[in-house]
């Protein structure tokens, strides 16, 4: 028997039931767009992390404090001032592999406009920031060196923190708020940035000078630098050998021996990238194995009514091996009809996945991305499933004695 005709007489018998054939590739259907949902939203999440680090700064190199050999143990970063302003000096004046560096000092603090109160992050750092973070106005213009110097009273406002406190559409170019009742002027807004990979919204925050910060919100540590520093490599291809180079300038600025902990530690966006990206494939493949299990479970259901077909129809089994059907033909058509249930379950699969997925992504705001790749892969192992779980009961329907098949009723 040719194989189109096996095939012609698989859709027959399946069509004859279309609910039952339904009702079992449903299993299938399930599983495949389970799978293709947890990956896409999982390559949606980690494309919107790569995005989001990447908004930071490509080039960027974090560098704190701490991280040295105590007498509590090895404390983490930031736990013990050691980087002083000089080595910030150093750091930007004799390093050719860097291009610019900024501290970083943070505290939540209510601020008052004249006509609303806002709990947003206050900010104190350089000008120099904004250039390593690539982040410019939208409207204004930014503090200056000279502002750094004189810790003026100026303010860069975030587009979040600016509508809560003066409402939407409002230029707040201008406006006086009052952080800790001393009066900041505000001199620019910031471009949009968004949520940064943590899920935070980074447009709430008022940046001011650093200086101003030390004065009114925080004192600093004398000759240490407090809080994070950013370091902008010359370039990205540059952070391996300016991370090197950092380590080994303060290293000898600090006197340490070879067999001492730096009393510092760095970090770079890539890192960052790997380990979040990292986690993200962790929970998506925990997620996309539980997807399996119920494409599994679809598997046994096509068995289960492939073996119920084969009762069914062994009297119709009987008389086509008594008309010359070889066990073959036999095997081979209950063995399409498996397949053929289970890839058009896949296909189903396929466009329930990719549906729930946009229309979910829709509603909350995730970034989806199907990858065909995946698509594929989900298409065969679907029809894997049906070839593995219609085995048996194929097998089963070639084996039978046409005598016997014959005599059933």
Do not use: C, H
């Given at each position: 028997m040719s194989a189109g005709e096996t095939l012609r007489l698989a859709a027959r018998a399946l069509s004859r039931n279309k609910l039952r054939s339904f009702l079992t590739a449903l299993g299938i259907i399930i599983g495949v767009g389970a799978v293709i949902f947890m990956q896409s939203i999982g390559e949606g999440a980690k494309a919107r992390v790569r995005s989001q680090i990447e908004s930071a700064g490509t080039n960027i190199v974090m560098l704190f404090s701490g991280s040295s050999q105590g007498p509590g143990g090895r404390g983490g970063a930031g736990s013990q001032p050691s980087i002083t302003w000089e080595d910030l000096r150093a750091i930007q004046t004799e390093l050719s592999s860097v291009a610019a560096v900024a501290p970083q000092m943070n505290a939540g603090q209510p601020v008052i406009s004249e006509t609303n109160t806002w709990n947003t992050q206050i900010t104190g750092t350089t000008p120099d920031?904004?250039?390593?973070?690539?982040?410019?106005?939208?409207?204004?213009?930014?503090?200056?060196?000279?502002?750094?110097?004189?810790?003026?009273?100026?303010?860069?406002?975030?587009?979040?923190?600016?509508?809560?406190?003066?409402?939407?559409?409002?230029?707040?170019?201008?406006?006086?708020?009052?952080?800790?009742?001393?009066?900041?002027?505000?001199?620019?807004?910031?471009?949009?940035?968004?949520?940064?990979?943590?899920?935070?919204?980074?447009?709430?925050?008022?940046?001011i000078p650093l200086s101003a910060f030390q004065t009114r919100m925080q004192r600093g540590l004398g000759k240490f630098v407090p809080g994070r520093i950013f370091v902008s490599a010359v370039s990205p291809d540059a952070i391996p050998r300016a991370r090197n180079e950092i380590a080994q300038l303060l290293r000898e600025r600090h006197r340490l021996g070879a067999d001492e902990e730096d009393d510092f530690s760095t970090s770079s966006m890539a890192e960052m990238t790997s380990m979040l990206t990292s986690t993200q494939e962790t929970v998506t493949l925990l997620l996309s194995s539980i997807a399996l299990v119920s494409l599994i479970v679809g598997g046994i259901g096509v068995m289960n009514i492939m073996l119920v077909s084969v009762t069914e129809r062994t009297r119709e089994i009987g008389i086509r091996m008594a008309v010359g059907a070889q066990p073959a033909d036999i095997m081979a058509q209950f063995l399409i009809e498996a397949l053929v249930l289970a890839t058009v379950g896949g296909a189903l699969g396929v466009l329930f996945g990719v549906g729930l997925g946009h229309l979910l992504a829709g509603k909350f705001g995730w970034t989806m991305v199907t990858r065909t790749e995946i698509v594929v892969l989900a298409l065969g192992v679907s029809a894997g499933v049906g070839v593995i779980f219609g085995l048996y009961p194929a097998r089963k329907a070639s084996q039978l004695d046409p005598i016997e098949a014959l005599r059933y009723e």
């Open positions: 920031y904004f250039i390593i973070r690539n982040w410019p106005v939208e409207k204004g213009s930014m503090f200056t060196a000279s502002d750094q110097a004189s810790a003026a009273k100026n303010a860069v406002i975030g587009l979040t923190a600016a509508e809560n406190l003066f409402g939407p559409g409002v230029d707040p170019i201008g406006q006086i708020i009052r952080i800790r009742d001393a009066p900041f002027t505000i001199i620019g807004v910031l471009e949009r940035k968004g949520q940064n990979a943590m899920g935070n919204d980074q447009d709430d925050v008022i940046f």
